[in-house]
């Protein structure tokens, strides 16, 4: 058995050299490329390795040694990272055009089966297609459409918490999830052990693992991919094979529940239903690839909607367990125009900034620990570029490191500390160029997150409704004594606090009741 396995390697070793030695014996003219960490000669013997452990905190410190953009060469593939909001400015929003595509991902896309992500494919035709269709569903006019469904889920959410509040991550995803399955595939989640949920739950643990550009080699050196999955070190290869079975049914198993449903007369009216119609009516003939992009863009939607607002929920949470003060001003500017036990929120009470310290909240609970840290990786795909004198070549995988712009003193003072008061004053901030909302952790330009007005309208209505019959606070021990929480993140795509402890009290016997109502609202 080592014998083959060695000769395997041997063969795609030789082969990547004598690929490297052909690109060098081409004579490219040498470019004066950002600098960066060594790498040695041909990128095969690597001095440094793209992080795969909390990476934005390594480019991060980068930064003080390299500057605020920072180049490497990987076994030939060249990455450029982006640590300053100038930066990412300069060349992912104002020149989009060329910055917009998606590298190659052999482990994601190749071997997991996630090809069906939109978010990973190159900027061409077939992308803006399922680009197309998303926005239709999710842009800013459409999107109150959809309240009545998170409004709902927001107040089954209360309920849930007043029953047991031990597992807040399970909680939220319930929420999260049911809102985008409810407007995706018109199905109600049930309230324990839903299939679908159970099924993309497991299925994005791959996605977070692979999601972040640098955790696999095969990603590097694409020939990797031939590694017979029984050998040692091909790991990725037997998790691969696991993640693909639950990709290929995350992809395919709503779906069809979904087109069963439409052939019974029992579907309910949802993005899919829409879709389905329009492209019958139209002439399937005219358009047979639509039903593909229908399926990919509903599965993308759930990918990437569901566990993304979950972080940012959660880290609410944990915000308001340390920073008291900023629940107890939240909290007044709730009871300022809703009176306590009277009736909880909704988005009603949203409108001409009546609730803007919430706003505050929010944007600084995506400011203070971001969700997507490093931010999907973009890729110069056409041409060589010039920035600050330097060559950009093509090929380059762009990385956007959203953790280091919302952390940057200049920019953000006490970055570290939870302080959605920074927003307050915004002539002040405007003239000293601080605190910008950080729309930045929704990523840039052309491929901007277009999931963000909806995530907004849900965690807007979770922490409002939270917040008015809630009270969120530290534990206390045998001896009366408070104590800490843990303050940990998730590495990954989607970084998400671990599991902390707090205390979560109805505020009054009214907030008791307006919870129990909500059993016979929702
Ligand atoms: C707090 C919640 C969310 C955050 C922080 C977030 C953040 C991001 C980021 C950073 C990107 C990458 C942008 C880039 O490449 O420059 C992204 C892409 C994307 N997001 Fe979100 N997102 C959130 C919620 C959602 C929701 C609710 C949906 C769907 C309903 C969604 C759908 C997408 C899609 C489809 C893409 C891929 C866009 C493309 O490649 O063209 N996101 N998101």
Not at 337 to 362: A, M, N, T
Request: charged share 20%; hydrophobic share 40%.
């Amino acid at each position: 058995m080592p014998t083959v396995s060695y000769g395997w390697l041997s063969a795609i070793l030789l082969g990547t050299f004598a690929y490297i030695l052909r690109q060098r014996s081409r004579g490219q003219r040498k470019q004066q490329c950002p600098p960066g960490p060594p790498t040695s000669w041909g990128g095969l013997k690597l001095k440094v390795e793209l992080p795969k452990q909390y990476p934005w905190l390594t480019y991060a410190k980068w930064k003080g040694i390299y500057g605020d953009i920072v180049f490497l060469n990987i076994f030939r593939n060249p990455v450029l990272v982006l640590n300053s909001a100038e930066a990412a400015q300069d060349l992912l929003e104002k020149r989009s055009a060329i910055y917009s595509s998606r590298p190659v991902r052999t482990m994601q896309a190749e071997l997991m089966g996630f090809g069906f992500l939109f978010s990973g494919l190159p900027y061409n035709a077939w992308y803006k297609q399922h680009r197309n269709m998303f926005h239709k569903h999710f842009q800013p006019k459409v999107v109150p459409e959809y309240h009545a469904i998170q409004l709902k889920h927001a107040r089954i959410l209360l309920r849930n918490l007043l029953h047991d509040h031990s597992n807040l991550d399970h909680h939220i995803r319930r929420t999260t999830a049911a809102i985008v399955l409810e407007i995706s595939y018109g199905h109600h989640v049930a309230d324990q052990g839903d299939e679908y949920v159970t099924l993309a739950d497991k299925a994005l643990f791959g996605v977070t693992q692979s999601g972040v550009f640098g955790t696999y080699m095969v990603d590097y050196v694409p020939l990797l991919k031939h590694v017979p999955a029984w050998m040692p070190g091909a790991e990725f290869k037997r998790n691969a094979r696991k993640w693909r079975t639950l990709a290929t049914q995350m992809l395919n198993r709503p779906f069809e529940m979904v087109k069963e449903r439409m052939e019974s007369g029992t579907a309910e009216g949802c993005m899919i239903t829409t879709e389905l119609e329009s492209w019958f009516r139209e002439g399937i003939d005219n358009d047979k690839s639509r039903g593909t992009v229908i399926k990919d863009v509903a599965a993308t939607a759930y990918a990437a909607g569901s566990d993304t607002t979950l972080s940012t929920l959660a880290t609410f949470f944990l915000a308001m367990v340390l920073y008291p003060s900023v629940q107890e001003k939240a909290r007044d500017e709730i009871f300022k125009h809703i009176p306590c036990g009277e009736r909880l929120p909704s988005f009603g009470d949203r409108g001409d900034g009546q609730l803007s310290y919430i706003d505050y909240v929010i944007w600084e609970s995506l400011r203070w620990h971001p969700v997507v840290n490093i931010s999907l990786a973009h890729y110069i795909e056409e041409r060589n570029d010039e920035y600050r004198g330097y060559t950009i070549p093509k090929g380059t995988t762009v990385l956007g490191n959203i953790w280091a712009i919302t952390h940057d003193a200049a920019v953000y003072p006490d970055p570290e500390k939870f302080d959605p008061e920074r927003f307050v004053n915004t002539r002040v901030n405007e003239e000293q160029g601080i605190n910008p909302i950080p729309e930045v952790v929704f990523g840039f330009g052309r491929r901007v997150c277009p999931g963000r007005f909806l995530a907004l309208d849900t965690i807007w209505i979770v922490i409002a409704s939270v917040l008015a019959v809630y009270r969120i606070s530290k534990t206390v021990d045998d001896d009366g004594n408070e104590v800490e929480p843990n303050v940990e993140y998730t590495s990954g795509l989607f970084s998400r606090p671990k599991p902390f402890e707090f205390r979560l009290t109805p505020l009054s016997d009214g907030a008791t009741t307006l919870i129990a109502q909500t059993v016979t609202d929702a």
